[in-house]
């Protein structure tokens, strides 16, 4: 059978399939090294294991760069027998740790994409399902392959792919995603994107459910019928919907910028011609070059009249103005997951134009 030339194109069509959605999975992820790793903290959470958070930026690179490496590899038939079995143990690993997230310990997104594709933990399941026995049919199909007789050629080729892989991970996290997938990216009205209207994904209908008090019966009211509002003479019982799908809410409708005097959101992100935002993680982890940097960009803001904010998750306790070293700036509070979102960075720049965002810039990237 394994020798059959059916078998064979079989075999050969599962490794494609495999190669291509391990190179995209990984790829996908790898570039956005951030949010892959707060997506480990989010399953070490669950999972009771805290103490592994610390490394989670570096597993999520590895992790992924792995990922993408194993896709490389099948594809370019470099020891196939041996990178099947590490196939079919990640994808036993995943069937099941996808299968405990749509059941048990259910979550959101299991992040398999990244923030390219968004999957629910049954659609993830399914998709690990029908990749099991592909990855089984190629171990077959090699299955007696030597598994650690590397010719000159795959040495080359297995270096290759760990270094790029690894590297491009490490790049991402030291600048920013190559590719950004996210809400805030360049070219986005921040303003228009918090005030999106709600995409509903179908017909709904909400039906509310009162009991008359005086007689028991059973009366179904819409939203617009207010007779129900009469708490003297009706009982809630139940609210029934149409569909079992919610609206969906804009993906920037939690973006907010605060202080003690007040909500600074539509200030900012409103305001016209050019807006920097500097945003920093922490004021005392700040390390100095970011500084120096940030005090280039407040000197080459007062130069072009243009306007300049600092940004940070850390608690403001009244009016606050830090001083970067060449004036000082007024900081707004944001929420930490909303600027991680925004900026895949401890610390870094959003300049926005006229409200659009035109830049972003990891802090060792900027040049005043």
Not at 339 to 354: P, Q
């Amino acid at each position: 059978m394994r020798k059959s030339r059916a078998f064979k194109l079989l075999a050969n069509v599962c490794r494609l399939i495999l190669a291509c959605t391990f190179i995209v999975s990984g790829f996908t992820k790898v570039i956005d090294p951030w949010g892959t790793a707060m997506k480990v903290n989010e399953y070490l959470s669950i999972y009771g294991i805290e103490f592994l958070q610390p490394a989670s930026m570096a597993f999520s690179i590895w992790l992924c760069g792995a990922e993408m490496m194993m896709g490389c590899m099948l594809l370019f038939k470099v020891r196939i027998r041996l990178i099947s079995i590490f196939a079919v143990l990640s994808m036993l690993f995943f069937t099941a740790l996808t299968l405990l997230s749509a059941t048990l310990i259910p979550v959101e997104d299991c992040g398999c994409f990244g923030e390219a594709l968004k999957l629910t933990p049954w659609q993830t399941f399914f998709k690990n399902l029908a990749l099991l026995p592909m990855a089984v049919v190629v171990w077959w199909r090699y299955r007696p392959d030597k598994i650690f007789a590397f010719n000159p050629l795959e040495i080359v080729l297995t270096v290759t792919f760990f270094f790029l892989t690894m590297y491009l991970g490490y790049y991402c996290y030291r600048h920013l995603p190559l590719i950004d997938f996210l809400p805030y990216k360049v070219g986005v009205n921040i303003w228009d994107g918090m005030h999106a209207p709600v995409v509903e994904p179908g017909e709904t209908e909400t039906v509310l459910i009162y009991r008359n008090i005086k007689t028991g019966k059973l009366r179904e009211f819409s939203l617009e019928d207010t007779a129900w509002q009469d708490a003297e003479k009706w009982e809630w019982v139940d609210t029934r919907t149409t569909s079992e799908m919610p609206a969906i809410r804009p993906l920037m409708s939690e973006f907010a910028l605060r202080d003690a005097e007040g909500d600074a959101t539509e200030e900012i992100v409103t305001a016209p011609g050019r807006v920097y935002m500097l945003c920093v993680t922490s004021f005392d982890r700040l390390p100095r070059s970011c500084a120096k940097r940030f005090a280039g960009i407040v000197q080459r803001a007062a130069a072009e009249g243009a306007r300049v904010v600092c940004l940070t998750p850390q608690p403001l306790y009244g009016v606050t103005r830090h001083d970067f070293g060449s004036g000082e700036v007024r900081c707004y509070n944001i929420d930490a997951s909303t600027m991680k979102t925004m900026l895949r960075a401890n610390n870094g720049m959003v300049v926005l134009e006229d409200g659009i965002i035109r830049a972003k810039k990891n802090c060792r990237d900027i040049r005043p």
